[in-house]
C-alpha cells in the first residue's frame, strides 16, 4: 500500500508522538531542541502553546484560517495539506470545517494526536486529519497533484533563503491543476526599538545570519508565489499592534512576542551569543518595554495563488 493511499479519510488518525519522532531531541536552558533541525525556536508544549496563541492572534486578524475565496467559486478543498503544521490546530480546525474533506498536517516534529490541539477539546482527532513526521527540506512525501488546498505558515526562522524556491516548488507540484496556495508569515525585526530590544536582535541577527534565515521571508512570499508560477495572485500585509495600547488583539501579539523571545533564548546561548543571565535580563528589560512603549506593529504577510490548470 502505498503513503498515499493510507491517509484516506477512511482511516483513523495516525498517532504520532514525541518518541515517534525519530531525530531526538537535546534540552538546552530548560528548553527541548529537535536535532539537525534548523528551526530557531524550541519544539516542546511551552512553544507549541505559543504557537497556539499566534493561531488565534492570526485568524482573529485574517477573520478566519485562510483567505482563498472557496465561498465565491462556489468550491470546497477535498484535499487539504498544511505544511509544518505546528501544534497542528490549523489543520483540525480546518477538518472539522471541511469534514467531507482528507486533511493532512506534516511537521519535522510532528504534533501529538492525542494533544488537545489537535482533538480541540473532543475525545479524539478528526477522522479526517492525520499528522505525519517529515523534513519538508527533504521534499514532501506525496505524488504530483495531490492536493486542491496547500496552506504554508510562518517557517521564516524554520528555512534558509535558499531553500525557499525548491520548497514552493514542492508544494506547487504536489498541488493540483486549479489548486490553491495560500502562504501566511512575517518578518523578524524589531519593531519597538528599546535598547534591550536592540540588543535582543543584534544577538538574534547575527544567530541567523549563520544558519541562513530570510528574517524578513514574510515580505516576499507572493514573489515567490510569482516565481513558482502560479495565476491569480493575491496578497496584502495586516499590521497588527503589540502592546495593550492596541486592545485585547494587541495584548496577545505582546504576549506572543515574549513568549517567542523567551524560547529564542535558548537557541541564543546554544549558539554562544549571550549567556543565560544575559539574555534572561534582556528578555526582561524587553517584556517591560512592551508594556509602556506605544504604536509598535508587527507585520502580517498573506499570498495566495492558483495553480494554472
Ligand atoms: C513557527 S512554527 C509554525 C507552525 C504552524 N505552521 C503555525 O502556523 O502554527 C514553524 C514550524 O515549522 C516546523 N519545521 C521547522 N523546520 C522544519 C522542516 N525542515 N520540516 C518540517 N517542519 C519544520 C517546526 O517544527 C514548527 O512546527
Redesign the pocket.
Known sequence: MGLFSWWRREQKPLLVTAEANPRGFKWIAGRRI?NE???A?P?DLTESER?NL??YV?RFAMRGNYVVPFWRMNTRPKDIL??????G??GAEMAYEFPEANVVG????APDATSPSVTLGRPTAPDNYVLLQ????QGLPFPDNSFDFVH????????AAADWPALVREVVRVTRPGGWIEL?DTVMRDAVGSPEHQQFFAWFSKMTATRGYDVAAGEHIAERLHAAGLANIKSYRLDVPIGDWGGRIGTLMRLDVEAAVTGIIAPLTQYKMATLEEAQAVQRGMSEAMKTYRGSIQPFYVAYGQKPR
Open positions: 529537535a533541525s534548523a528551526y525556536l519544539n504557537l499566534q493561531h492570526i498544511d505544511v509544518a503544521c505546528g501544534s490546530r490549523w506534516i511537521d519535522i516534529v517529515g523534513d519538508v527540506r504554508m505558515r510562518f517557517l521564516v526562522v524554520a528555512i501566511v
